[in-house]
């Protein structure tokens, strides 16, 4: 029987990169880092073997998608932000197996759902990223497979990702995993003006943004996620959720929805980056 072996919500910030290159941001995200890599470690402690990735930088526009292919291997650039990732190099095994799974649960449980497993279906730096850090100096017989899905679901119901999380651990705990679950996105995504920009690259945008950020992560600190998913919508409206926050929705569909009640144990204290609101914490299972 499988399961999930470890949950976390986490920040996948492309200065993360710039912070390993010299130059006057050098270590500038090493906290960040340092998250990544202590996720990974009791990820693999625990015994995972697959990580699956709930990616905001994935856009879809219809359906929920799953990127499971035999596996992933190229060198990435960001179309978005090329002076901070390019040239990142990568490889990994997939999962194409769990995927269909996955897919199979989520579309019985009524949320249209497509598995790929197409060669050039390529990744998203929210999984790329934190996938390289987690990985990051450990060899490679150690490795976990991939699975990439897509979290920035433009035109869909935050139910819906709700019910596809908890369509995803049926599905893992059908198989013969253990799975490292991430929702790769930030809190707040109000990025700076491009004239601000430079100034922003370690602000929040908005100190409204900063401050509601700050109750959701107190919230989370007393495990009160009934009143969190209440203000979920809300949240994502008016903070610009990245990919409407439903990566989060997704995770906590996982979980148990509303009735989450574990405190969440912050791995990375929020900071602000280019505007926006960022985070790794760790989110103790309910079982």
């Not at 999930?4 to 500038?28: D, R």
Request: proline share 4%; aromatic share 10%; hydrophobic share 40%.
């Amino acid at each position: 029987m499988g399961e999930v072996v470890l949950a976390a919500k986490i920040t996948h910030v492309p200065s993360m990169y710039l912070s390993e290159l010299p130059g006057k941001h050098q270590g500038c995200r090493q906290a960040a880092i340092d998250g990544h890599k202590e996720i990974g470690r009791r990820a693999r402690e625990l015994g995972a073997d697959t990580a699956v990735v709930f990616d905001v930088h994935w856009l879809v526009n219809s359906g929920f998608h799953i990127n499971c292919g035999e596996r992933f291997e190229g060198i990435y650039t960001s179309n978005e932000l090329p002076h901070f990732i390019k040239d990142m190099r990568y490889r990994y095994r997939g999962n194409p197996a769990l995927g269909e799974n996955i897919a199979a649960a989520a579309n019985a449980a009524g949320v249209r759902t497509l598995a790929h497993n197409i060669p050039s279906l390529e990744l998203e730096y929210g999984t790329l990223v934190p996938m390289r850090y987690m990985h990051m100096d450990v060899p490679e017989e150690q490795h976990l497979s991939v699975i990439s899905i897509a979290a920035w679901n433009a035109w869909h119901r935050l139910e819906d990702s709700f019910t596809f999380g908890a369509a995803v651990r049926r599905a893992i705990e059908a198989s013969d995993r253990k799975v490292l679950v991430l929702a790769s996105g930030s809190l707040s995504h109000r990025f700076s003006d491009d004239r601000e920009a430079e100034n922003n690259l370690h602000k929040w945008t908005r100190e409204f943004d900063r401050q509601v950020d700050m109750r959701v992560v107190e919230l989370w600190r007393q495990g009160r996620f009934r009143e969190f998913c209440a203000m979920l919508p809300d949240y994502a409206e008016h903070c610009y959720g990245e990919g409407g926050m439903h990566d989060t929705a997704m995770l906590l569909g996982l979980l148990g929805g509303a009735d989450y009640d574990k405190p969440v144990e912050i791995l990375t204290e929020p900071f602000g980056s280019s505007g926006t609101g960022q985070i790794n914490a760790v989110f103790p299972l309910p079982w």
